[in-house]
Every structure is written in structure tokens, then in C-alpha cells.
């Protein structure tokens, strides 16, 4: 498919094009979903076609075809050049950039797994999502509900472009969810989850921490712990904030922030802050498309949907912003480097700027550490959601959470609401732990402009803070 590609690159050029990208996706998406004993969603699509983008006098268009006929696809790049031709003439703001040395994809892009998804049939994944739930239901009480999914996506991804660069990799991740509602005495519903995901072949869900049944059980008992927790209070106070959600903090509350489309139109209150001091010399951020899988976890992405390779970039070091995060036109425009951080949630869309894997570095704290350290406060674990604002206003929901006194966890809460702004929470960040995890997955996924929803990776090491403000429930 590489050939067919190298010729809408050729077809654009002789229309006229200054530069262009041509897209192959060929991706299969396989989703199940069980609530209680009715299974309510299995199903399998494919996600297949070429994107084409082309760029004249730093303005680009944009169209796609699902067609393998060479004729539907020359069609697809005269409308892209076209559209790019109409636009320069009156476009104000123009996003022209540099050539770059031709990039050549290798056969260590695509990831190595043991046992791939594709290679097991639908009665395996059906019986992991089985396993889960049967588990949760051994270890849960007053259960009402409880739901089992399994998502995977996989398959080659290529690009050509005016540069020389011809990429071809193959794209995967797996997840496996388990949901848990139980409902207390006085009638109120309560939460347990637990999930994994990431680029992950389905061996790594024979492991004993991640087994259908380990992961059902703490799904079944985290829900059980939560019929006799306790209310948040409401205030502020200390928090040890658990990975997932200083993962979230790091993507929905700074990640967003530090897109450089926003950046480059002055929507950000990241604009013109490259050097100032937003955080404290605890607070780290960084993004990246290859991390350490084994070790971490997370969602590999060798290149990005323009063919830069997804190098690390620090966004935030120490608290002073460092770098933003970039397609080709908008690095130029802000004289940086490009991130890799140009990506589309398929060939129906043009890439735009998007994270891979965001995440705070960590420290030097133990767990048991950041405990004492944290005296009297709140540990919260995990997020059911919230709602953040452009400005970097946030309201997140988290699972669950402790009351910990004088360096000791005391007993249960939930309804653990949090709220603040991300440049004012950063400046309170006082520390880390030593451990570094990474969530990724199927489900989820970041959503951004039309382009719902996009795989991505988020993490961190547990974060205490000073002067969280929680919501509680009179």
C-alpha cells in the first residue's frame, strides 16, 4: 500500500501542492460488553481507508476516501488540493513549515506481544469478560450491577509524504474493565472498578495482578469497602492523589492546555508562559509516544500522523514550562522543534494537535512515605469523570479515598469530589512517589473538537498536595 500512497504524494505535487501527506489506515475494532447476565454489545468493525492532506502556501485541505480504487483515491487528493488552493487566497492565518529528513519506519516500530488479539477467537475474550464478572460477584455484596467489557483495536498504519518519509507500523491496544454497583442500606449506590489496558498482547492478562479474577475480585471488594465508607468532607486539605488520577490531572488539566493549536490562536493560558514558573519544583509533566511498556505500561506510538517520530518532550521541568506540544505548522510558527504530537482518530480526519502519553515524573518518596508525610488529609484513588474548563478549571470525581490522621489511613470515604485549577494546584504539588505507572486502553480515550474518541496514555506516580479542595456532601 506504501506504492499506492508514494503516488498520491506524486498526483498532489503535479497539481501543485508545496507539500503532501498521504494516510492508510487498515484497523479492526472489537468491543464486548456484558451487564449482569445479558450480554449487550459484541461487536467488530473495521476501520479502513486513506487520508489525504495537502498543503499550498502554508494552508492545508483535507479529504478522505474508504475506496481502494486508485481513481476514488486520485479523486480524494484533486479535492484535498482544491480545497488547499481556495483556502490560501484568503486564509489570515497560514501554518506554512520545513522540510525534514525522510524518515523510514523499521521493524522494531511495530510492538512485540506473545499472544496478539487476533490470534484468539471471540469465545477466549468472551470468557475473560466472564471470569471477571463471575469473581467480582464472589467478592462483592448488595451487588445491583455489575459489567464486564473487553475492547481491542489493532492493525497497520502507513504514511508517504513530500519528505521521502514512508512509515509503516502496526497499532494495538487491549482492555479489560470490570464495573461494580452496590447499594448501601439507607439506598445509595456505590463504586468499584478496576481496569487495565494499554499495547498489551491478551498473556499479559494471565499475570496474577491482572487475571480476570484478581481484577473482578478488587472490583467486588472495592465496591464492598464502599457500602460502609464514610462521606467526603468538605474544605481543603492535604491529598495523596493515586496514579490514575494524577494521570487525568496531567492529561484533561495541563495536557489540553499545552496543545499548541490552542496555544498558537491565544486560547491557552499556556500562551507566551515558555520560562515562567507555573509550578513547583516537584511538578514535572512530560509527554512521549514510546515508553517503557513492560516497566510502566502505556500505549505505544512510534511516529505520529505527519511521520515525526514521537520523541520525549518535557512539557513542564520542575515547574517551568518548557515546550509545547506540536504538529509541523505549528512549531514553526512558535520556533520549536515538532513533537509527534500531530494525530488523527482515523483517516476520516485531518491530524491536529494531540497527546500520547502524558504523565508527571516521579519522585523520591515511598508510598509509606508520602503517607506520613501527608499527616491529616484525603488519599484519593482513581476518577469516575469531571468536567475541566479552557482555562484550567477542573472538577474531578474520584472513585474513592481514604481519611488518613497523623500519617495513618483511618477508614473508607466516598463522594471524593475535587476541584481547583491546574496553575494554582501545581504551584502546591510537594512531592512524589518512587513508582511510575501508565493507563491506557480501549474505552475512554480522549475527545477533542469532532475527533472522539482517541486512544491515549496518561499516569504518573502518586502526588501529595497541599490545599486540595474537596467538595463532600452536607
Not at 468493525?45 to 483535507?62: A, C, Q, T
Not at 479535492?79 to 521493524?107: G, I, M, N, R, W
Not at 490531572?249 to 499548541?260: D, N, Q, V
Request: glycine share 12%; charged share 25%; proline share 4%.
Amino acid at each position: 500500500m506504501l506504492d499506492e500512497l508514494q503516488k498520491c504524494v506524486r498526483i498532489g505535487e503535479d497539481l501543485g501542492a508545496d507539500f503532501v501527506e498521504a494516510r492508510y489506515d487498515d484497523l479492526t475494532l472489537r468491543a464486548l460488553q456484558r451487564v449482569n447476565d445479558i450480554w449487550q454489545d459484541i461487536q467488530v468493525k473495521s476501520r479502513m481507508g486513506f487520508g489525504i492532506n495537502v498543503y499550498v502556501d502554508g494552508v492545508s485541505g483535507f479529504s478522505f476516501t474508504a475506496s481502494k480504487e486508485m481513481s476514488d483515491v486520485r479523486v480524494a487528493v484533486e479535492k484535498a488540493y482544491k480545497l488547499a488552493k481556495a483556502s490560501s487566497k484568503s486564509a489570515k492565518f497560514k501554518l506554512p513549515f520545513d522540510e525534514a529528513p525522510a524518515v523510514t519506519s523499521k521493524k522494531s516500530d511495530t510492538p512485540t506481544v506473545k499472544t496478539h488479539p487476533r490470534d484468539r477467537e471471540l469465545d477466549y475474550k468472551i470468557d475473560l469478560v466472564n471470569r471477571a464478572i463471575e469473581s467480582a460477584r464472589d467478592a462483592g455484596e448488595n451487588i445491583r450491577t455489575v459489567r464486564g467489557l473487553w475492547g481491542e483495536l489493532y492493525g497497520p498504519k502507513m504514511l508517504a509524504n513530500s519528505d521521502g518519509t514512508n512509515v509503516n507500523w502496526e497499532f494495538l491496544v487491549s482492555d479489560l474493565r470490570i464495573l461494580v454497583n452496590s447499594k448501601t442500606d439507607a439506598g445509595a449506590l456505590v463504586v468499584g472498578a478496576e481496569s487495565h489496558g494499554g499495547t498489551f498482547g491478551l498473556e499479559e492478562y494471565e499475570k496474577d495482578e491482572y487475571t480476570p479474577e484478581k481484577m473482578g475480585e478488587t472490583a467486588g471488594l472495592n465496591a464492598k469497602e464502599q457500602l460502609k465508607a464514610k462521606a467526603c468532607p468538605a474544605g481543603k486539605f492535604r491529598a495523596l492523589a493515586e496514579e490514575t488520577l494524577v494521570g487525568v490531572l496531567a492529561h484533561e488539566s495541563f495536557g489540553h492546555l499545552s496543545e499548541a493549536d490552542f496555544v498558537v490562536t491565544g486560547g491557552s493560558p499556556l500562551t507566551d508562559k515558555i520560562g515562567h514558573t507555573l509550578g513547583s519544583e516537584h511538578a514535572s509533566i512530560v509527554d512521549g509516544g514510546i515508553p517503557d511498556i513492560k516497566k510502566h505500561g502505556g500505549l505505544w506510538l512510534p511516529y505520529d500522523d505527519q511521520g515525526i517520530a514521537t520523541r520525549q518532550t518535557t512539557v513542564l521541568d520542575k515547574g517551568v514550562l518548557q515546550h509545547y506540544l506540536h504538529n509541523r505548522g505549528t512549531a514553526k510558527k512558535l520556533q520549536q522543534q515538532p513533537t509527534g504530537n500531530a494525530r488523527a482518530v482515523s483517516f476520516v480526519f485531518p491530524p491536529i494537535p494531540r497527546m500520547t502519553n502524558t504523565y508527571f515524573l516521579p519522585g523520591d518518596l515511598t508510598k509509606e512515605e508520602a503517607i506520613e508525610q501527608l499527616g491529616t488529609g484525603i488519599y484519593a484513588i482513581q476518577t469516575s469523570g469531571g468536567q475541566v474548563e479552557d482555562d484550567g478549571s477542573f472538577v474531578f470525581i474520584a472513585v474513592r479515598g481514604y481519611w488518613v490522621e497523623n500519617g495513618e489511613i483511618q477508614y473508607p470515604i466516598r463522594e471524593v469530589a475535587l476541584s481547583g485549577n491546574i496553575l494554582d494546584l501545581l504551584s502546591k504539588v510537594e512531592g512524589g512517589t518512587k513508582n511510575l505507572k501508565l493507563i491506557s486502553g480501549y474505552f475512554g480515550g480522549c475527545g477533542k473538537g469532532d475527533q472522539q474518541r482517541l486512544p491515549v496514555g496518561m499516569g504518573g506516580p502518586e502526588l501529595l498536595i497541599n490545599e486540595v479542595t474537596f467538595g463532600g456532601k452536607a
